[in-house]
């Protein structure tokens, strides 16, 4: 886990969905309180990634010229929505749900990383805004929390990754007590 790092290029190969779905395995450890399972993912490949695009100029008053398209969703071959699909539940709030979301696309970039593949989350000022949301076909109840931009890395890059000496993470910012008194 400490090795993952975002790949903000990924190669054109991806995972076939026989295979996303084996690694939705690990997923099941997610904290999820009450087993809600608030969350979904959505499958972008193809064409899908050209009306995704469509949707983002459209949500932030962008034209285009004829023929010309917005690049964002053609980052990656393969991108994977995620969405906080929150279920009506009088002692889980939206909030932990959102969480309980984010956690499951969490673990599903660290398995994608496991298993070979480059991911980065993406996500921006449009993500949930109303013409994106249509073009993903959410309800009310849902709220899209970015894409998982999927795709094979290159050798050369995976080398430095695994030869570079980032160092671990200082504790002492994000570690504390409560106060006394």
């Known amino acids: 886990m ?40 959505i499958l972008l490949r193809g064409e899908d990634r050209h009306r995704l695009g469509q949707a983002l100029d459209t949500a932030a008053g962008t034209e ?3 023929g010309e398209v917005n690049p964002k ?6 991108l994977i929505a995620v969405v906080a699909s929150h279920r ?12 309980t979301a984010a ?7 660290l398995a994608l990383w496991q298993a070979g593949w480059g991911v980065m989350w993406r996500s921006g000022l449009h993500t949930d805004a109303p ?11 849902e709220r899209l929390l970015g894409w998982l931009y999927v795709g094979d890395v290159d050798p050369a890059f995976r ?19 409560m106060p006394q008194g």
Do not use: C, I, M, N
């Open 2 to 41: 400490a090795s993952r790092r975002s790949v903000s290029r990924v190669g054109p190969t991806t995972p076939t969905d026989e295979e996303l779905a084996g690694l939705l395995a690990a997923v099941t450890p997610v904290a999820d309180h009450k087993a809600l399972r608030p969350w979904r993912l």
């Open 64 to 66: 285009r010229e004829p």
């Open 73 to 78: 969703p053609y980052r990656a071959e393969l």
């Open 88 to 99: 009506p539940h009088p002692g889980v709030p939206v909030w932990e749900q959102d969480a």
């Open 103 to 109: 956690g499951a696309a969490h673990l599903l970039e």
């Open 131 to 141: 013409a994106v949301r249509a073009a993903h076909g959410l309800g009310d109840h």
């Open 159 to 177: 080398a430095r990754l695994e030869a570079s000496k980032k160092p671990a993470l200082d504790p002492a910012p994000f570690l504390g007590r």
